[in-house]
């Protein structure tokens, strides 16, 4: 709303906000920032485990546990091969904890959405090296049955070890053998995506 004042020999036209008009601007802004700088939604507050905390029950784990992770650490392989290895798994194992958590860790080091959308179709997709190819194409070898022979022919070792060395190799089995120990935790006792370890139970 504009008002004409006059005064002292001179005219000046005030532009006046009703408190309609200054909502409306603010939302606007409001919007046009949360554009910019998205708003994260709680999604897992209202999620439940099917099964409470293991560690109450079985303490033990967490030295089973952390032993795998420490081995993981050892910078044979990039820690992004080790995700998409691990997020690839989660996939084939349908997982939505395991490809939660690991589409998460891969944000995290600054991973492109294209390629974490990509580990689904990395068959056909062009944004992988030849190592991490290898590695989608071993993992996927270990979890899916081969009614026709070895899950892992010498000829996919071989070319696995053309790009890993015996440590490096070791280390990548473990990445494997990591989501195997809990894999049966996140099928059957269903923790809660998306939550950090400690909190992904109920109980």
């Known amino acids: 709303m504009a008002a004409l004042l006059q005064g002292s020999g001179c005219r000046r036209l005030v532009v006046v906000r009703t408190p309609c008009e200054r909502s409306v601007r603010h939302y606007d802004a409001l919007r ?5 700088f998205p708003v994260s939604k709680p999604t897992t ?3 439940r485990s ?12 967490a030295e089973v546990g952390e032993g795998l992770h420490k081995a993981l650490q050892n910078g044979a392989i990039p820690q992004t091969t080790i995700h998409l290895l691990q997020l690839h798994a989660g996939q084939l194992l349908g997982s939505t904890y395991f490809t939660i958590r690991e589409t998460g860790n891969l944000r995290r080091i600054g991973e492109s959405e294209e390629r974490i959308t990509a580990v689904a179709t ?8 030849g190592a991490e190819r290898v590695a989608l194409e071993l993992v996927e070898a270990v979890l899916t049955p081969n009614p026709s022979g070895e ?3 010498d000829e996919l070792y071989a070319r696995a070890s053309a790009h890993y060395g015996d440590k490096a190799m070791w280390s990548l089995i473990m990445a494997i053998a990591h989501i195997g120990f809990f894999t049966p935790a996140a099928l059957i006792a269903k923790p809660i995506p998306g939550m950090p370890p400690g909190q992904n139970y109920s109980e």
């Open 50 to 61: 099917r099964m409470p905390n293991p560690l109450p029950f079985l303490p033990e784990m």
């Open 32 to 36: 046009a920032r949360r554009e910019v």
């Open 45 to 47: 507050t209202d999620q």
């Open 122 to 129: 990395w068959r056909d997709a062009t944004y992988f090296t």
């Open 151 to 153: 899950r892992v022919p």
